[in-house]
């Protein structure tokens, strides 16, 4: 098993107690859990036929005395799908008590038919194939430690002599109980999905982007040298390192190549470090860039650092509400580990209070963020350092919380009034007041700078704290005010860093990774937020081969397109599904092959590999061809309407019974998601009588009665003629003249903008300044700075209103009063209907944008608890089944949606 795991979970399940740490168990918990679960699901004869088999592996169970048991786990047998076979369940209760919660570990986004039938085929030619592992969990070898919490119901040692090893016989006798300890992963463990995903994906992902991903030009991170190397280092640390010229292409990378790059770079460097250093100016000798790669090699690190600035490329615009998302969005995914950076300080310096100097414009206490006279260019100027300050602040609450390491570099708060500092706001106290945030000084001239230039130091690296130098007095200061002989100011010098502070910063930073590395999970573990699987890739050209994984894309809550040069995976345990167009190379089936001959390659068997076919099973449903389809199996769909018939038959009806099939027939809805809306009083009837046999409630049975009628239709299309049409709907609320109005717009957009618009999905992103720029909800907030702006996935291409030409479709006026999601809802039906009366829409796919984040998201859903707007969603399903449409509603914001005009026209 820890083989097979990723670096960081293999050294996470090397010992119990990186598993057991931080959890807080009783003795009493515990025997109660082994008391009811730890039974013996079968006959004590057929348990001892069953451990005396000749041909079960020699390393599937270890015999061991009572002091060597830590948790008593269940047995039972379970019939296979093949006749006759059964399958052995270990309920390992006691033992998931006893582990850490698994789901702080990964979020693997088994999201099953609700991941597939999100996938959107943009040809007809699609197809699939399949593979499955056999016996993928009886497969995997778990550490010894990991024994003593399976031990299964005991048996006499008599019975098992003959197996037992001499080591064991000599320390006991005939009468002995003995535990067999299961030496494999248990079904009935919380944390077996979790490393089987983890293996599996790991293999397959590293499999497919070996053999399938474009060899593009991607910047070589730094990597470990040779140790004689290390030592020829560490004789010259003091010496500044010397520098190759600046590789231009990695300089010039835009945000979203750098989101790429590191993602491409952590899929195959788990433990690889990347940096991103904000405001970083030009590359130059000596630079922070350049001591952190002189000290990754001096450590043995894997690197990759990226400067973010506008020198670079036009899209490094820290006040950019999209640039943050995408950087906010790269946290959340684990891809940055250190961020250093210092927001512009010209607004705030204290050179502004000296006589002849420029005009203060701040002050400290109420006007720090700004004066209340400032003229409109003084206001500009303050509003956008406050944005880059905050947008910046922001960043570093996003990493402090998820223990990445963060410096913020500033200049010292002088303490008194008037002088504003940003270490004085109430914005870098809550910061402050998170675990392991601290604010040092230094002086710049102890680290070579030409003058003094105190410097506070906002961070949460522990290193650091080993060498904060302040000024001795046993050397003279440059000028920092004024202007030189050239008519420079003397300030900008102290713009950059000296060689020596860059030396110290890079040293620190790096110190900690390399000791978090070096001590595990039981010293300074750098990440607690559950990890992401990052193996899908796009490529940056249309020709080249790219992959999306469902397993990603759900968590993200984005759709993945196939096209001709983009194909799709979905691992569901040890089910593998591979979508792809005919005329893409690679095929579907060559990619199924290239997964399972990687997984037989480090020991799983993979008997069944599916090509593609007409008709094949995956999951409980079938794949079906021409045109692409996911659907439920002709015989579960017969099995589920005759039982909703058969308890809607008689008058009253068993509570409990009718909860199981209502399970079943929503599993078998999450092809079809549209069809949940017609669950609604059933869920109250069972909730209010559970568990008894009652009379129907009149509307309970009649929503039965509609479940078991529209079964038929518990099929997706994945392909669907997709016009290039881009629809945009809005609603006003009531307001002084009228109940508000409604309106629908449409534009011709080209058909790889709509492709993006569809993979964007409907969920948002975050970032922490609104779309205008306004920090009104920061700044009057003593709470910390963090996302919590939604911003719009879409294309900004097609939110332009200087390239996109939107026309009037349908506008009108409310005749009464009511909420304004109920409102968005009904103007989007008013296109819904529109859609459905025009025969030429019937089968297409359309997509229409929305400001309401509410009707978006129950749409994608399919239901909402709420009776009124439920009963929208009803009609719009209603609608779609009947005319055979498939329609999304991307989430765009209010300053951008192209109909918001219309909705307020009277």
């Given at each position: 098993m820890l083989e097979c795991l990723p670096q960081e979970e293999a050294e996470f399940y090397a010992t119990e107690e990186n598993v057991r740490q931080g959890v807080e168990t009783?003795?009493?918990?515990?025997?109660?859990?082994?008391?009811?679960?730890?039974?013996?699901?079968?006959?004590?004869?057929?348990?001892?036929?069953?451990?005396?088999?000749?041909?079960?592996?020699?390393?599937?169970?270890?015999?061991?005395?009572?002091?060597?048991?830590?948790?008593?786990?269940?047995?039972?047998?379970?019939?296979?799908?093949?006749?006759?076979?059964?399958?052995?369940?270990?309920?390992?209760?006691?033992?998931?008590?006893?582990?850490?919660?698994?789901?702080?570990?990964?979020?693997?986004?088994?999201?099953?038919?609700?991941?597939?039938?999100?996938?959107?085929?943009?040809?007809?030619?699609?197809?699939?194939?399949?593979?499955?592992?056999?016996?993928?969990?009886?497969?995997?070898?778990?550490?010894?430690?990991?024994?003593?919490?399976?031990?299964?119901?005991?048996?006499?040692?008599?019975?098992?002599?003959?197996?037992?090893?001499?080591?064991?016989?000599?320390?006991?006798?005939?009468?002995?109980?003995?535990?067999?300890?299961?030496?494999?992963?248990?079904?009935?463990?919380?944390?077996?999905?979790?490393?089987?995903?983890?293996?599996?994906?790991?293999?397959?992902?590293?499999?497919?982007?070996?053999?399938?991903?474009?060899?593009?030009?991607?910047?070589?991170?730094?990597?470990?040298?040779?140790?004689?190397?290390?030592?020829?280092?560490?004789?010259?640390?003091?010496?500044?390192?010397?520098?190759?010229?600046?590789?231009?292409?990695?300089?010039?990378?835009?945000?979203?190549?750098?989101?790429?790059?590191?993602?491409?770079?952590?899929?195959?460097?788990?433990?690889?470090?990347?940096?991103?250093?904000?405001?970083?100016?030009?590359?130059?000798?000596?630079?922070?860039?350049?001591?952190?790669?002189?000290?990754?090699?001096?450590?043995?690190?894997?690197?990759?650092?990226?400067?973010?600035?506008?020198?670079?490329?036009?899209?490094?615009?820290?006040?950019?509400?999209?640039?943050?998302?995408?950087?906010?969005?790269m946290i959340s995914l684990g891809l940055l580990d250190v961020l250093i950076g210092g927001p512009p300080c010209a607004t705030l310096s204290r050179a502004r209070f000296l006589v002849g100097g420029p005009r203060p414009l701040r002050f400290r206490g109420a006007e720090v963020w700004g004066r209340h006279d400032l003229t409109k260019r003084e206001k500009d100027s303050v509003r956008e350092a406050n944005l880059l300050m905050l947008n910046f602040l922001g960043l570093c609450t996003a990493m402090a919380k998820v223990r990445g390491l963060f410096i913020l570099e500033h200049p010292e708060d002088p303490g008194v009034a008037p002088f504003p500092s940003v270490f004085s706001t109430p914005q870098v106290a809550a910061l402050l007041a998170m675990e392991n945030v601290m604010l040092d000084l230094i002086d710049q001239c102890m680290y070579g700078g030409p003058a003094k230039k105190g410097t506070g130091l906002l961070h949460n690296v522990r290193t650091l704290c080993e060498g904060l130098l302040r000024c001795s007095g046993n050397h003279r200061h440059g000028p920092s005010t004024g202007l030189n002989a050239e008519g420079v100011w003397h300030s900008r010098r102290l713009q950059n860093y000296p060689s020596n502070m860059c030396n110290w910063l890079g040293w620190a930073a790096l110190s900690q990774i390399r000791l978090a590395m070096d001590f595990g999970h039981r010293g300074m573990c750098l990440r607690v937020r559950p990890r992401r699987n990052l193996w899908g890739w796009d490529s940056s050209k249309d020709t080249d081969f790219s992959i999306a994984v469902l397993n990603e894309e759900f968590v993200d809550g984005k759709t993945a397109v196939t096209t001709t040069t983009k194909a799709a995976v979905y691992l569901h345990v040890d089910d593998g599904v591979f979508l792809a167009d005919k005329n893409c190379t690679p095929s579907s089936q060559q990619l199924m092959e290239t997964a399972a001959e990687a997984l037989e390659a480090i020991g799983f068997l993979v008997p069944d590999r599916k090509p593609p076919q007409d008709t094949q099973k995956m999951l409980g449903f079938n794949l079906c061809q021409n045109p692409t389809r996911l659907e439920v199996p002709g015989e579960k769909v017969a099995l589920i309407t005759e039982t909703l018939l058969w308890l809607a038959l008689y008058p009253v009806v068993d509570t409990k019974l009718l909860r199981s099939v209502l399970g079943m027939w929503v599993w078998a809805a999450t092809v079809r998601r549209e069809l949940l809306s017609i669950t609604s009083a059933v869920y109250k009837f069972i909730d209010t009588f559970w568990p008894a046999r009652v009379p129907w409630w009149p509307s309970a049975r009649e929503e039965v009665l509609h479940m078991a009628a529209l079964t038929p239709f518990l099929v997706q299309k994945l392909f669907r003629p997709t016009p290039p049409i881009l629809f945009a709907t809005d609603a006003e609320g009531a307001n002084e003249d009228d109940f508000g109005g409604f309106g629908v717009v449409g534009s011709a957009v080209q058909p790889n903008l709509l492709r993006e618009v569809f993979e964007a999905g409907v969920r948002p992103g975050v970032t922490i300044a609104k779309m205008d720029g306004s920090l009104t909800h920061i700044l009057n907030s003593d709470k910390e700075v963090k996302a919590r702006i939604p911003i719009t996935r879409v294309p900004r291409e097609v939110l332009d209103e200087a390239r996109q030409k939107w026309i009037p479709i349908a506008a009108g006026r409310w005749k009464h009063n009511d909420h304004i999601t109920l409102g968005e809802g009904r103007g989007a039906m008013v296109l819904m209907q529109r859609l459905a009366n025009a025969a030429l829409a019937h089968g297409k796919r359309f997509a229409s944008l929305g400001d309401n984040m509410p009707w978006c998201g129950m749409s994608s859903k399919g239901r909402s608890p709420a009776f009124r707007l439920n009963r929208l969603l009803r009609k719009r399903g209603a609608l779609t089944i009947a005319a055979d449409i498939s329609l999304t509603h991307p989430w765009v914001d209010t300053l951008r949606m192209p109909a918001d005009w219309l909705s307020r026209v009277h």
């Open positions: 009783s003795p009493i918990i515990q025997a109660e859990l082994e008391e009811r679960y730890g039974f013996l699901g079968g006959d004590y004869t057929e348990w001892v036929r069953y451990l005396l088999r000749p041909d079960l592996p020699a390393n599937m169970w270890v015999f061991g005395t009572e002091d060597e048991v830590k948790a008593s786990a269940g047995i039972s047998a379970v019939p296979k799908k093949t006749a006759g076979e059964l399958r052995k369940l270990v309920m390992s209760c006691a033992a998931n008590y006893c582990f850490a919660d698994v789901r702080e570990r990964r979020n693997h986004g088994l999201g099953g038919g609700t991941a597939l039938s999100r996938v959107v085929a943009w040809s007809e030619n699609t197809e699939g194939s399949l593979l499955d592992e056999s016996n993928a969990f009886t497969a995997v070898v778990t550490p010894a430690w990991m024994w003593g919490f399976m031990a299964c119901p005991r048996v006499c040692a008599a019975d098992v002599w003959s197996i037992l090893p001499t080591s064991l016989k000599k320390r006991i006798d005939y009468w002995t109980p003995l535990a067999p300890m299961y030496q494999r992963l248990p079904m009935g463990c919380a944390h077996s999905v979790h490393i089987l995903m983890c293996i599996n994906l790991y293999t397959i992902g590293q499999a497919l982007v070996r053999n399938f991903r474009p060899r593009a030009d991607w910047t070589k991170p730094t990597v470990p040298v040779a140790p004689e190397a290390i030592t020829k280092e560490n004789e010259k640390v003091d010496a500044e390192p010397r520098f190759r010229p600046p590789d231009r292409r990695r300089l010039l990378a835009s945000p979203r190549a750098c989101f790429e790059r590191a993602r491409r770079f952590k899929s195959l460097n788990t433990w690889g470090v990347v940096v991103l250093h904000c405001f970083g100016g030009s590359r130059r000798d000596g630079d922070l860039e350049g001591w952190f790669e002189h000290w990754a090699m001096t450590m043995g690190l894997v690197l990759l650092v990226q400067t973010a600035d506008l020198a670079f490329d036009s899209e490094w615009d820290l006040g950019n509400p999209h640039t943050i998302q995408l950087l906010l969005e």
